[in-house]
């Protein structure tokens, strides 16, 4: 697999865009062979700028839901682009999905659409403050709830007061959980959450009940509000909020990525006793009431809601999961696979650097297949038994030349460490 | 003009969206029958959901500079999202967009594209900050640099961190803006301006090329960085970044809105003074490297770049002023026309609390001209003299029947006040 045209690229890119590229689309910390530029997509398949064909295991890091270029799904975003998107107010549609969204999740009364993840989990903080009057967050350590300096994980340009009032627990640690409310004390505005731990390096771990409730326990007890950001996971876990899987309803939930199948919209959505403080914030910007990815979201959430893509989506999950575990012990090498199974996470025991990792990566991209060695993937309903069987060939393939190459394996200069993500 | 499915749309919207409404397109701070809801747009058109057609002065708020569903900016969009869009990389595009942007504003060696207005001010925030390694920032009272915590505009589910290390001074008043940077001391990192002083419910008022300068100077004595928060008169004053028009360059300028007609897009902009810093933040976002926009944008900028639309919007917004004085004056009214004539803001003299604005507003819209009254308005190159003689004659009309209204009319409930932003 050669990339000549991808390389030219990355040359210009060198000179006008800062480092190249950035943020969770720079492929600087992914293994050697990894394409910066890609041309075309359709379905679950990617082609870079070079012409070579892809499967996509990241599914544009979620949107992709129902495939790249859903016929039905991008067909609703022209027709609505082509009556009026964005207008000097927003179109009937914003009602019907929010109609739509009140439908679906089960502790939603009311929702607020916007453009980024970031946008949702920045305005529930906004809202949990505004319903309390006091400033205290408490989130998990190393969970990611979007750039916001408020949540940035990078410290370069944060402020002190950017993170002021911020007390840290470990996820699904009841005790640490307590712990950093108690620190919190009369001034906790918000708890957020996860809705299970998908952090960048680590092993993965779905909600822990015992752990979830108790959350749910300690804003109510403290008059704080429970926020579910649910941008990464969302209806990937569930046809309601992911944390319906144990039984506990958040007052926020926060939305993006795949609601709309990769048009831009995000939605923070709401309880009713969350609904008097969210309309005391401002928020705002100009796209947010744009009604193209409306349309495109209102056609998505239909196909959630009525076709069984979800059972899909964990069944080619857990072929491949199957499938992986079999090559790799026909190689020698144990993988530690977490997270939901349409969700996986493909980790290498005994892995210090990565190395093994890295290597088997590479040599996936090389076989066709984008698999990403430290970000949880993304199986699509657009994928098929024959998608997943092409993938468990190249990672038999892939296995094979890792456990040759091995012995002689490098450290590995790009692992970028599990503090960074 | 009536508005029987925007009424029922509207009780439908207060079940399920907070407010019925929220952001900058609520209407609830609008004169009497405003629409709240549109279904179609084209051209410089903009119809309700009653099917009233309205000459929009709006202009989506600013991001339409080329007219609504123009054609070729809409094709790139599509053909752009069918080859696709949101992918787990970008697509070529974002280089061609960046090297675009170099090309066409005097001060840019690089760029970095995101989703909304907010996101780019954001972005420059943390550059400087990440350049200087400081927290302090100098900006002027009154001016709108989005919705963010760190620049909402009101108090509601804002913590004092957020706000903290921020320094005001007076848009234009090169004293107060000295004061301010010697209030900062020598923690100051970031110089924020917008290009003129388009604060809503006051006078416009355009740069003074003394105070620019100054601004300029005191960065550069200080270490701090100069941003230009462009997004909303961002290619209506030049070619080029606003404040070349008082020779001026700063080192970072913020854009959106009209850089792709419509299509979400923004950017953050800087010199090369800037790009190790910029590097170094992690700034990213779930729809930032589609490529749909960008292709639309890359469009948008080419019509920029090699057509007549800026002097043809300066003219038609010439047009529009002298047109409305001359009837003003006629039924013994007095306006204050402030702003750049292509981004007009029209107030009444002697209307402590609006209320001659406001009906005359209502007005207007009864003879199907959306105004705002107290936010600046948006000339559109898919304007023409006709639309504008269009306007003038309902402004005619309006004038005569605010003149019979105005002995008797009363308190006006629903203006907000200056403070509100």
Same mark, same amino acid.
């Given at each position: 697999?050669? #990339?000549?045209?991808?390389?030219?690229?990355?040359?210009?890119?060198?000179?006008? *865009?800062?480092?190249?590229?950035?943020?969770?689309?720079?492929?600087?910390?992914?293994?050697?062979?990894?394409?910066?530029?890609?041309?075309?997509?359709?379905?679950?398949?990617?082609?870079?700028?070079?012409?070579?064909?892809?499967?996509?295991?990241?599914?544009?890091?979620?949107?992709?839901?129902?495939?790249?270029?859903?016929?039905? *799904?991008?067909?609703?975003?022209?027709?609505?682009?082509? %009556?009026?998107?964005?207008?000097?107010?927003?179109?009937?549609?914003?009602?019907?999905?929010?109609?739509?969204?009140?439908?679906?999740?089960?502790?939603?009364?009311?929702?607020?659409?916007?453009?980024?993840?970031?946008?949702?989990?920045? &305005?529930?903080?906004?809202?949990?403050?505004? #319903?309390?009057?006091?400033?205290?967050?408490?989130?998990?350590?190393? %969970?990611? !709830?979007?750039?916001?300096?408020?949540?940035?994980?990078?410290? @370069?340009? *944060?402020?002190?007061?950017?993170?002021?009032?911020? !007390?840290?627990?470990?996820?699904?640690?009841?005790?640490?959980?307590?712990?950093?409310?108690?620190?919190?004390?009369?001034?906790?505005?918000?708890?957020?959450?996860?809705?299970?731990?998908?952090?960048?390096?680590?092993?993965?771990?779905?909600?822990?009940?015992?752990?979830?409730?108790?959350?749910?326990? /300690?804003?109510?007890?403290?008059?704080?509000?429970?926020?579910?950001?649910?941008?990464?996971?969302?209806?990937? &876990?569930?046809?309601?909020?992911?944390?319906?899987?144990?039984?506990?309803?958040?007052?926020?939930?926060?939305?993006?990525?795949?609601?709309?199948?990769?048009?831009? *919209?995000?939605?923070?959505?709401?309880?009713?006793?969350?609904?008097?403080?969210?309309?005391?914030?401002?928020?705002?910007?100009?796209?947010?009431?744009?009604?193209?990815?409306?349309?495109?979201?209102?056609?998505?959430?239909?196909?959630?809601?009525?076709?069984?893509? /979800?059972?899909?989506?964990?069944?080619?999950?857990?072929?491949?999961?199957?499938?992986?575990?079999?090559?790799?012990?026909?190689?020698?090498?144990?993988? @530690?696979?977490?997270?939901?199974?349409?969700?996986? /996470?493909?980790?290498?025991?005994?892995?210090?650097?990565?190395?093994?990792?890295?290597?088997?990566?590479?040599?996936?991209?090389?076989?066709?297949?984008?698999?990403?060695?430290?970000?949880?993937?993304?199986?699509?309903?657009? &994928?098929?038994?024959?998608?997943?069987?092409?993938?468990?060939?190249?990672?038999?393939?892939?296995?094979?030349?890792?456990?040759?190459?091995?012995?002689?394996?490098?450290?590995?200069?790009?692992?970028?460490?599990?503090?960074?993500?």
């Amino acid at each position: 697999m050669s #990339h000549p045209i991808d390389k030219a690229l990355r040359e210009r890119a060198a000179r006008v *865009i800062p480092g190249g590229m950035y943020g969770h689309q720079a492929v600087g910390a992914l293994p050697n062979g990894y394409p910066q530029f890609f041309s075309r997509a359709e379905g679950p398949w990617l082609w870079d700028t070079d012409g070579n064909r892809l499967l996509d295991l990241m599914c544009a890091y979620g949107p992709q839901l129902f495939g790249y270029g859903n016929a039905k *799904i991008d067909r609703a975003y022209v027709d609505q682009m082509a %009556a009026g998107d964005a207008m000097t107010g927003p179109s009937p549609l914003i009602v019907e999905l929010a109609e739509k969204i009140v439908s679906m999740i089960g502790h939603a009364d009311w929702a607020m659409f916007c453009k980024n993840g970031s946008d949702a989990t920045t &305005m529930a903080l906004m809202t949990a403050r505004s #319903h309390t009057g006091r400033n205290g967050v408490v989130r998990a350590r190393g %969970a990611y !709830h979007g750039s916001q300096p408020w949540a940035n994980p990078r410290p @370069r340009g *944060i402020s002190p007061g950017d993170q002021a009032n911020q !007390h840290f627990c470990n996820y699904n640690d009841v005790a640490s959980l307590e712990t950093a409310v108690a620190a919190a004390g009369p001034d906790l505005a918000a708890i957020f959450a996860a809705p299970y731990r998908h952090d960048v390096f680590v092993d993965q771990t779905q909600p822990d009940a015992v752990y979830a409730k108790r959350a749910r326990e /300690l804003a109510d007890e403290t008059g704080a509000l429970l926020v579910v950001d649910d941008v990464r996971a969302g209806f990937r &876990m569930a046809r309601d909020c992911s944390w319906s899987v144990v039984g506990v309803e958040p007052d926020l939930s926060c939305w993006g990525k795949a609601i709309a199948n990769g048009h831009p *919209i995000s939605a923070l959505v709401g309880s009713d006793k969350a609904r008097g403080a969210a309309e005391k914030i401002y928020a705002t910007g100009s796209y947010w009431f744009a009604a193209a990815a409306m349309a495109a979201s209102l056609t998505t959430l239909e196909l959630i809601h009525s076709t069984d893509y /979800l059972e899909r989506i964990v069944a080619l999950g857990e072929r491949l999961r199957t499938g992986l575990d079999k090559r790799a012990q026909r190689h020698g090498f144990r993988l @530690r696979q977490t997270g939901p199974a349409q969700m996986p /996470l493909i980790l290498f025991d005994d892995d210090q650097d990565m190395r093994l990792g890295y290597h088997w990566c590479s040599r996936m991209m090389a076989h066709g297949v984008y698999v990403h060695p430290w970000h949880n993937m993304f199986m699509s309903a657009a &994928m098929t038994d024959v998608n997943v069987d092409f993938a468990l060939e190249a990672a038999g393939e892939s296995f094979r030349e890792l456990e040759q190459a091995a012995p002689t394996l490098g450290p590995n200069e790009r692992y970028p460490g599990p503090k960074r993500g």
